[in-house]
Every structure is written in C-alpha cells, then in structure tokens.
C-alpha cells in the first residue's frame, strides 16, 4: 500500500475561489507529480518537481501553481477557480531511480466542481 | 474542462477467460513500460513494468509483452476475475519522461 495523501478527496466551490489541493507522502521520494484527468481519459503531467525548490511545468498548460519546500509535501494552487478547472487532480511520487523514470505511486485523487 | 470519456474502449471478458489489453506507443527512444490499473474513484495502481532489454515478464495472473519491432505493449490476465474490472492505462518512459496512453475500460461479465 503507497503511503501518498490527497485532500481533499472531493470539493465544489463557487467561481473565482482560491484552493489549494494537498499532497503528502511518507515514503521519502525525491520526485513527485500532479495529473489532472477527466472522468476516464487519460492523465495529463501539469507540473512535476524533482526535489525541494525544485518545480517545473509538464505537458499540459495549467493555471495552477506548485511549490515544493518540504520533500514529502507537494500542495497544488488555483488563485482563482473556474468552471474549466472541474476535473480529478491526482498526485504521485515515484523513488530517485538509477536512472529515469520508475514506477509511479498515487493518491486517491482530488475530484474537483467548480460551479 | 470537464469530458466525459464515451470514446474509452471497453474489453468485455467473461469472467474465468483471458483479458488482452493492447497498447501502440509512439516513442523508439522508450526504454521502460508500465501498466497501471485504475478502478472508479481512485488512483492508478501499479501492476507490473518492463524494460525494454526483455520482451516478457510475467507477475501473478498477469503477463507484459514487448514488441519493440512494431512499437507494441501487451497486458494479458490470466482467468478474469470481477476485481479486474477497471480501466488500464499503460505508460511509456524515456528518461525522466512518463508518458500515459488513452486507457481501455475492461468489464468482467459474470
């Protein structure tokens, strides 16, 4: 069983809100992740960090921020939220292989409604 | 924004029989693989991975196949069970770069 955390599980908030979505994890990895999926797509790399002060943006353009100044916690923000951001906000982590990528452990995920 | 994922492709297997799942990915440089298994309401679960020195590695119930020739990654599962049915996502690395494939939906008919 990963020990990865994601709160909150569920949230619907009103249009132009600020939220913060939270991840943590226990297992000491270096890299952690955000995706953002719709309901059975497939998952797209919003930002992604390799350590401590260590952020960059992935694939898919987002409005959200990230920021990572303890390694076991990496908190996704929307400074104003929007219909458009109504999706499921999964986070992961995966160990500091020898070399590239390695098996990715995630959260439960963060479903997100903005009305 | 927010779809709804009508176009997912579905696997229907009969409950006992054996489930192929197939994945084309699109990078020669990929040299590690993974499937992952994601059930309604939750997050993808790790099943098994392969790199790309190997063409098969087997798990419990479950085997990954590797055709490099053609850019082709199998999942097969043995003897179906209902726990099985979920969406499998299979995910391609090159370097520190992870990239998901759309997913197949499999339903287990009991």
């Known amino acids: 069983e990963a020990d990865i955390y994601q709160t909150p599980r569920y949230l619907v908030i009103g249009t132009g809100k600020k939220i913060t979505l939270e991840c943590s994890q226990t297992m000491g990895h270096d890299k952690m992740y955000w995706y953002q999926q719709d309901p059975g797509m497939e998952l797209h790399l919003i930002h992604y960090?390799?350590?401590?002060?260590?952020?960059e943006k992935g694939d898919l353009s987002s409005e959200s921020t990230v920021s990572r100044i303890r390694t076991e916690h990496f908190p996704l923000t929307l400074e104003s939220a929007r219909p458009s951001h109504t999706s499921q906000y999964l986070c992961?982590?995966?160990?500091?292989?020898?070399?590239?990528?390695?098996?990715?452990?995630f959260g439960e995920g963060s479903r997100l409604t903005v009305l | 924004g927010e779809s709804v994922g009508l176009h997912l492709p579905t696997l229907s297997v009969q409950e006992g029989d054996n489930s192929i799942i197939n994945c084309a990915y699109s990078?020669?440089?990929?040299?590690?693989f993974i499937w992952y298994k994601q059930e309604s309401g939750k997050g993808p679960q790790f099943i098994i991975d392969i790199r790309s020195n190997m063409d098969k590695r087997q798990g419990q119930r479950v085997t990954v196949l590797l055709n490099k020739t053609v850019k082709h990654l199998s999942l097969q599962i043995a003897a179906t069970q209902p726990g099985d049915s979920a969406v499998y996502f299979c995910a391609e690395a090159a370097g520190n770069k992870l990239t998901f494939g759309g997913g197949t939906r499999v339903l287990v008919k009991p």
């Open positions: 960090s390799y350590g401590v002060n260590s952020t």
């Open positions: 990078n020669s440089a990929s040299d590690y």
């Open positions: 992961a982590s995966s160990a500091d292989r020898d070399r590239g990528a390695g098996e990715l452990f």
